[in-house]
């Protein structure tokens, strides 16, 4: 999608202060740039030669389409937490075979959960299951087996 009709460069100002790290694609902005700039090209269009309507309704298309795939990937994001959760904690007190952390095979009872909070990025969790002391991502379990 191109963005035509900007007088000034706000708009360009407007996308560049929200990252100054690197230059973005128009598909990687986030709803609040993608609107920033929108909204900076409508104040300095040219008002003897304004948008056409049809590239505002255009426009206005895809932030409807941004905005309702930020939603669904939020909701995604949530549905995934609550499965992961739902999977770890139900292995508590199931003997599994896994693989641990440094590349070692596991076979015991589930002690407990926990999840790992990335600190750059609190939105990536880790969740980990404890056999025996070790720690292991609930990925690297390999099988649940039967009680003995």
């Known amino acids: 999608m191109a963005i035509d009709g900007i007088g000034t460069s706000a708009a360009t100002d407007a996308a560049s202060a929200t990252d100054k790290k690197k230059p973005k694609d128009i598909k990687d902005l986030d709803i609040n740039e993608f609107l920033q700039i929108m909204i900076a090209e409508l104040t300095n269009q040219d008002p003897l030669n304004p948008m056409d309507n049809t590239q505002l309704v255009q426009q206005i298309g895809s932030i409807r389409e941004i905005a309702a795939t930020d ?3 939020t909701s995604l994001e949530s549905v995934q937490t609550g499965q992961s959760l739902s999977t770890a904690s139900a292995l508590i007190g199931r003997k ?3 693989l641990s952390d440094d590349q070692e095979n596991v076979e015991g009872i589930v002690e407990r959960v ?3 909070v990335d600190e750059d990025n609190p939105d990536k969790r880790t969740y ?3 056999v025996d ?3 292991i991502d609930l990925r690297n379990v390999r099988e649940i ?3 003995d």
């Open 145 to 147: 087996l039967p009680a």
């Open 71 to 73: 939603k669904l990937s």
């Open 133 to 135: 002391g070790k720690n």
């Open 114 to 116: 926990t999840i790992d």
């Open 128 to 130: 980990r299951v404890h």
């Open 96 to 98: 599994i075979q896994a």
